[in-house]
C-alpha cells in the first residue's frame, strides 16, 4: 500500500537527519550542517536550539576559521540517552547499558542452561535492573531495552509489534510474549530481534559499517546467524529472518548431535559441540577464554574445527557476494578475534578458487569492529536506532505507531 506524508512527518525526519549528520562528523558548525543536509540555515538553527535544550545535544568549544565571528560547532551528548541490551542465547546472557555515543558503560555476563521462560524473564529483569543501579542513570533517561534471541523466530501482527516470540533454538518458548512481561516488569519500551540482525545493527550504528551501505553480517553466537543491511539500512525480510544462515541446508553431518533434524549449517559452528568434542579429547573448555588459549597452542582439534567451518561456509558467502552485492562481509560474535582472523584467512584462500574468471570484484572480508559483545552492543543500539535514525518509512502516516516520535524536540516555528 502506498501512503502519503504530512508536514509533521518531515519535522520529525529532519530532526533524525541533523542527529544523524551530527552523529557521524560532529562536531560540526551549524553552517555546516545545513550544508551537508541541505536545509535551510533557519531549519538547522530551529532544530538545534530545541536538541541543546533537551540535551541531546552539546556546544563544544569554539572554532575560529578566518575572518569573522568564531563558530561554535555542536556534537552529540554522550549523557543525553541510555539504552540497554540484552543477548540471550541457548548457554549465556550478555547485558550492557550504553550512552548516546554507543559507548558501553556497565556489562554483565552470565553462563546459562536453556533457561524456560519464566527463568528466562527473572534473569533479564534482574539484570536490567543492577545495570540501570550500577550507572545510577534516572529512568526517564533510557530509552528502552533491546532483547535479543537466538533467530530463526517468528513475531505478530506482521513484523509491526514485536510481542509474540517463538524462536526455534530455545524449547519451550512457543507463544511467549515476551515483550509485553518484559515491558511491563521494567517499565520501559522493549525492541525485540534476531541477536544476528541486531549485530548488524550496530555494526551499522557504531562500527566499521557506518559508512558502507550495503553489507552482510555473519554472526557467531552459540551457533550461527546472519544479518543484511542494504543501502544504509537493514533488511529484515518477509518474516523478519533476513540473514538467517545458521539453518541453511548442509549436505552433511558434521557435528549433529544426533539431532534428528535435517543437517543446517549452524551445526558446524556449535559452541557447546565444539566444548563437549574438546573435552572428550581431554581439554577443559568451558568458556572462550579457554578456548582461544587453545587457539594460540594451535591445537590440532580447534584447528580441524576451523577448516572444516570455512569448507562448508565458504559456498554460502559466495552466494551473499552475488545474490546481495555488498561492499563487506563482517564477521563477528563470540568468537575470540584471533579464530574469527584464522577463518577469515581460510575463506580468503578458498573462495577465490570458487569464482569465475568473469568475477572481478568482490567484498572486503573484514573483523566486526564490536567483538565478543556485538550482539549485547547491537541490541543496545536498537532503542537508540529506532529514536534517531532518518528512516524512510518515518515519513510515511503509517509510522506514527511504529517509531518513536520526536516531533515534541521541534518547535512549531519549522
Do not use: C
Amino acid at each position: 500500500m502506498l501512503t502519503g506524508t504530512n508536514l509533521e512527518y518531515t519535522k520529525t525526519f529532519n530532526v533524525r537527519i541533523v542527529l544523524e549528520t551530527i552523529r557521524l562528523y560532529g562536531p560540526l558548525s551549524r553552517v555546516e550542517i545545513a550544508r551537508r543536509t541541505q536545509l535551510t540555515a533557519q531549519t538547522v538553527t530551529n532544530i538545534t536550539r530545541n536538541l541543546i535544550q533537551s540535551r541531546m545535544i552539546l556546544e563544544a568549544d569554539r572554532l575560529r576559521e578566518g575572518r569573522g565571528a568564531p563558530s561554535i560547532p555542536l556534537k552529540i551528548n554522550p549523557d543525553g540517552a541510555f539504552s540497554i541490551g540484552l543477548d540471550l542465547d541457548k548457554d549465556h546472557l550478555t547485558g550492557v547499558i550504553v550512552d548516546l555515543l554507543g559507548t558501553p558503560r556497565q556489562q554483565i555476563n552470565k553462563e546459562l542452561k536453556f533457561p524456560s521462560p519464566d527463568e528466562a524473564m527473572v534473569i533479564l529483569e534482574n539484570t536490567a535492573k543492577e545495570l540501570i543501579g550500577r550507572e545510577r542513570v534516572s529512568r526517564d533517561k533510557i530509552w528502552g531495552v533491546g532483547l535479543g534471541l537466538p533467530g530463526p523466530f517468528s513475531v505478530s501482527d506482521g513484523m509491526v509489534v514485536k510481542d509474540i516470540v517463538n524462536p526455534i533454538g530455545l524449547p519451550g518458548w512457543s507463544n511467549v510474549p515476551v515483550r509485553e512481561i518484559l515491558g511491563k516488569k521494567l517499565s520501559l519500551p522493549v525492541f525485540i530481534e534476531n541477536n544476528a540482525t541486531a549485530a548488524a545493527i550496530g555494526e551499522l550504528w557504531y562500527g566499521k559499517g557506518r559508512h558502507i551501505g550495503t553489507f552482510f553480517y555473519v554472526y557467531f553466537g552459540a551457533g550461527l546467524g546472519g544479518g543484511v543491511v542494504i543501502n544504509g539500512q537493514p533488511y529484515f525480510g518477509f518474516t523478519g529472518n533476513a540473514g538467517e544462515l545458521g539453518y541453511y541446508p548442509a549436505q552433511n553431518t558434521f557435528y549433529t548431535d544426533q539431532n534428528p533434524q535435517k543437517p543446517h549449517l549452524g551445526q558446524f559452528f556449535r559452541l557447546p559441540s565444539l566444548y563437549r568434542k574438546l573435552n572428550a579429547e581431554g581439554y577443559s573448555v568451558s568458556g572462550l577464554i579457554e578456548l582461544e588459549e587453545l587457539y594460540n597452542q594451535q591445537n590440532p582439534l580447534l584447528l580441524s574445527w576451523i577448516d572444516q567451518g570455512a569448507s562448508h561456509l565458504a559456498p554460502l558467502i559466495l552466494a551473499i557476494e552475488y545474490l546481495i552485492d555488498p561492499q563487506a562481509i563482517f564477521f563477528g560474535g563470540r568468537l575470540p578475534d584471533p579464530i574469527i582472523n584464522e577463518l577469515l584467512e581460510k575463506l580468503k584462500i578458498i573462495l577465490p578458487t570458487m569464482r569465475i574468471r568473469e568475477k572481478t570484484s568482490y567484498p572486503d572480508l573484514l573483523n566486526a569492529a564490536a567483538g565478543a559483545e556485538a550482539a549485547a552492543l547491537g541490541l543496545a543500539t536498537i532503542p537508540v536506532y529506532e529514536s534517531m535514525a532518518p528512516l524512510p518509512g518515518l515519513l510515511m502516516k503509517t509510522a506514527k505507531n511504529n517509531y518513536r516520535s520526536l516531533v515534541p524536540l521541534v518547535n512549531s516555528e519549522l
